[in-house]
């Protein structure tokens, strides 16, 4: 975000009958100091005047120390930023480079090679497009902060109405959860890989990784856009050290492993793998741009995006790939894997010696930017789920998050690259069928109507859902019946090749858009809205 405008704390939700909030719309010095702003909003379920007063001072402590107190209600157009400069544009590239380009799409990029046999090209070709693919609906999604102000998955009611979108929230929110518990395992395993004979447990790097994201996180929109324009940095660095340093121990000239029907499924599955990595983004990418302004350009903030996604998701697939390749030819990157895809890293940048490890480290310190995306929108999108979950501020629902994710990075670690094939695919089945609804419901039942932005927490005025909802019931039945996991394979996909073929996006998503329109119709028909 631009230097130049700070983002304003704003505290959020307060009990009704004890809130005393002037009608009068807040002069722009309110709007900096967070005061006068915490307004309750009409309809919401009774609150006690003591929880409400432990709420309301929680709130100003955070708005004392600069904190954002804001939740998921709407950024009016009042309270964004004021002076839209060049580096509020590139605020979105770097935003995606900083988030994108860590240890954690590293390790996925292993998975091509090691789990699915592939050759480099082979690996390369489908994890690029895969990304490729991934990314459009995810900056395309990006462009909508500014445009509403509200967050994404406040934006799904649109298309799923208010009690349909809550399944939705919560499957975002165990998506989210769960690229934190990734990305947890992954810097303890570096962390753990170059301190002296493995002194230091995976765990001790979970619990460092976690607290530094949930101070981040807790800080709120300002302090996380500061800390992402310049957490790239570093990392583009030492990623460039390691394509220089082990690309001479990259095997660019062994064949993918297989039969003809086998390697087509094989290199299907990891295209769809790379493209679940990418649109796991969509659910949140709009939380990030709600403070911009609703005269922002979305075809920058869309190309930008779009720029940042592929040039973090290329470097890193690719020099993933490469080290996953030289295990094969090279004893002591087969190893190193065998302790953990993290340790493989440390052992690119072996022949560097003392600096190698500290470059190591800032490799796993940089999982810390993308960890601090999902802990902040899984604040917020805990909010959604309800009346009473609004009220909690979302300081405390990001505190939430990070002690879930945390245990269960403790008592996963041991598991990565079962967690990466069986859980990232899976998730990416829901966001591919979510996306194939909110794009009919935008270009074609409000291609010329468009979107009332003030209804959008008041379920009397939203759709019903109930197309959206069975839309995406049918979506996942198809889904089921075309995925490729390590523990379930569906009987269309097991025809092609001996491991079969992971086709759950691409039949989700189709037979969602099938059935959507005429649903909608109906529901329109019979209900109005």
Known sequence: MSPETPVPAIGTLLEKETAKCSTEPPSHNNLESGEGMNRAPAG???????????????EQQLVEYNLEARGIERVGEDERMKKLSWVSYLQALLLWVSINLAANNITLGMLGPVVYGLSFLDSALCAVLGALVGALPAAWMATWGPISGIRTMAFGRYTMGWWPSKVVVILNLIQMLGYCLIDCVVCGQILSAVSPHGSMSVAVG???????????????????????????????????????????????????????????????????????????????????????????????????????????????????????????HHPSYGAAYSRG??????????????????????????????????????????????????????????????VIYTVCALAGRGYLSEIFTNFLALMGYWVAIWIAIIL?????????????????????????????????????AGAILCMAQVWYIGPLARLVGEYGADMGNYVGFSWAALVYPPLRYLELRWAGR
């Not at 379920?45 to 432990?54: E, K, L, N, T």
């Not at 087509?264 to 990030?288: E, H, M, Q």
């Not at 959008?456 to 049918?474: C, E, H, I, M, S």
Request: charged fraction near 10%; charge should be positive.
């Open 44 to 58: 919401g379920p009774f609150v006690s005047p003591r929880i409400a007063a432990y709420i309301r001072r929680f």
């Open 440 to 476: 009919e419901e935008r270009f074609i039942f409000r291609l010329r109507s468009g979107y009332n932005w003030a209804i959008w927490n008041d379920p009397r005025k939203l759709p019903l859902g109930v197309a959206g909802f069975l839309a995406f019931l049918v979506g996942w």
């Open 206 to 328: 979970i619990v460092i990784i976690a607290i530094i994201s949930w101070v981040i996180a807790t800080f709120g929109i300002q302090g996380f856009h500061y800390y992402e324009r310049f957490a790239f940095l570093p990392q583009i660095i030492v990623v460039c050290i390691l394509f220089g340093v082990a690309s001479s121990k990259f095997d660019l000239s062994t064949p993918s492993v297989g039969d003809p029907r086998t390697l087509v499924g094989n290199r299907l599955s990891f295209f769809s793998i790379c493209l679940s990595a990418a649109i796991t983004y969509s659910p949140l990418a709009a939380d990030f741009f709600v403070y911009y302004p609703e005269r922002t350009s979305r075809r920058a903030v869309f190309s930008l995006s779009m720029l940042g996604l592929m040039l973090s998701f290329t470097m890193a697939f690719v020099v993933g790939i490469g080290l996953a390749s030289g295990i094969t």
């Open 341 to 402: 895809a993290g340790a493989l890293i440390v052992e690119g940048f072996s022949p560097l010696g003392g600096f190698g490890q500290f470059c190591s480290v800032v490799v796993a310190l940089g999982l810390i930017a993308n960890t601090v995306a999902p802990t902040y929108s899984a604040g917020v999108d805990f909010q959604i789920l309800g009346r009473y979950a609004e009220r909690v501020p979302r300081a405390l629902w990001n505190t939430v998050g990070v």
